[in-house]
Every structure is written in C-alpha cells, then in structure tokens.
C-alpha cells in the first residue's frame, strides 16, 4: 500500500509540469481581446461677460449656502451658481461676473 501511495504522488508531481505547459499553450493560441473606445471630455472654459444660453442655464443650480463653499455674500441683483464642480456669480440677465473653478 505505501509502495503504491509513493508511486501515485511521484506521477502527480511529475506529471504537473506537463499539464501546466499544455494549458500555457493553448492559451497562446488565443486571439487578444481589444475593445477601443473614442472617449471626448468637453471642458467648457468660462468666461467673464459671457451670456449663459438657456441649455447652459439648465445644468446650473443655485448656491445659497454660499458661506459653506467659502464664496463672499453676492451683491445685490446677482446670484451665485454652480455648474458641475465650478462656482458662477452671475447677473440678473444671466451674464457672468466672477468664476471660482473647484
């Protein structure tokens, strides 16, 4: 029994090194896998004096906790903004008067 014990381990051990090259082997003759993507960040610069058009008036929202974001109260007639992770004071007639980018 020990006789046939030792001879079952010794064909394991010998034959792991053969299994192992045949499954390297068929995975070389696998075609890679390339998946491209076209990926086009648009990162609008903004700009003092700039008129907001109404599709840029919808992605903003209104700051009122001003003083949470570190912002100076705004003046009379003007509102603070934010537009993704940019901070805008603008004007009664949406026109832009200071920028603070984050």
């Given at each position: 029994m020990k006789k046939l014990t030792t001879l079952l381990l010794a064909a394991t051990v010998?034959?792991?090194?053969?299994?192992?090259t045949t499954e390297a082997s068929a995975q070389d003759h696998r075609r890679p896998v390339v998946v491209e993507r076209d990926v086009?960040?648009?990162?609008?610069k903004w700009?003092?004096?700039?008129?907001?058009?109404?599709?840029?008036?919808?992605?903003?929202?209104?700051?009122?906790?001003?003083?949470?974001?570190?912002?100076?109260?705004?003046?009379?007639?003007?509102?603070?903004?934010?537009?993704?992770?940019?901070?805008?004071l603008i004007g009664s007639g949406s026109v832009i008067a200071n920028i603070v980018i984050r």
């Open positions: 010998i034959a792991a090194p053969l299994l192992a086009h960040v648009k990162k609008y700009s003092r004096g700039h008129r907001m058009t109404p599709a840029e008036r919808r992605n903003m929202r209104d700051v009122r906790d001003y003083h949470r974001y570190r912002l100076s109260p705004p003046p009379r007639g003007y509102r603070w903004v934010q537009v993704d992770r940019d901070f805008l």
